[in-house]
């Protein structure tokens, strides 16, 4: 089993920035990359960036690339998300998820574990 547990969430103003951080405990040895994604109030859960734990490397969506950039501290099994420049569409619970299949996900079916949600809040 994985736990992930995330943080950084908050209340800021538009053009504002965040980092959010999950750390994954466990059996973090059989995870092959993690992810964020986000549901904003009335919308359906979105997939926003996700990083391999193989290669390092990232994707994000196109609504967020440049905005947003997701990193991994490999010693601590944390993966950031860094949000610049928020708007207030940003608004929603931001959960960050691990996938065990080695192919790197878009697809939240394909992430085999959940964070408990971190909420951010953009006011304009």
């Known amino acids: 089993q994985v736990q992930l547990v995330e943080s950084g969430g908050g209340l800021v103003q538009a053009g504002g920035s965040l980092r959010l951080s999950c750390t994954a405990s466990?059996?973090?040895?059989?995870?092959?990359?993690m992810g964020w994604f986000r549901q904003g109030p009335g919308k359906e859960r979105e997939f926003v960036a996700a990083?391999?734990?193989?290669?390092?490397?990232?994707y994000a969506t196109d609504s967020v690339t440049g905005r947003f950039t997701i990193s991994r501290d490999n010693d601590k099994n944390t993966v950031h998300l860094q949000i610049n420049s928020l708007k207030p569409e940003d608004t929603a619970v931001y959960s960050c998820?691990?996938?065990?299949?080695?192919?790197?996900?878009?697809?939240?079916?394909?992430?085999?574990?959940w964070g408990q949600g971190t909420q951010v809040t953009v006011s304009s």
């Open positions: 990083i391999s734990f193989g290669g390092g490397g990232t």
């Open positions: 998820a691990a996938q065990i299949r080695p192919r790197l996900s878009t697809r939240y079916l394909e992430y085999d574990y």
């Open positions: 466990g059996r973090t040895s059989s995870i092959n990359a």
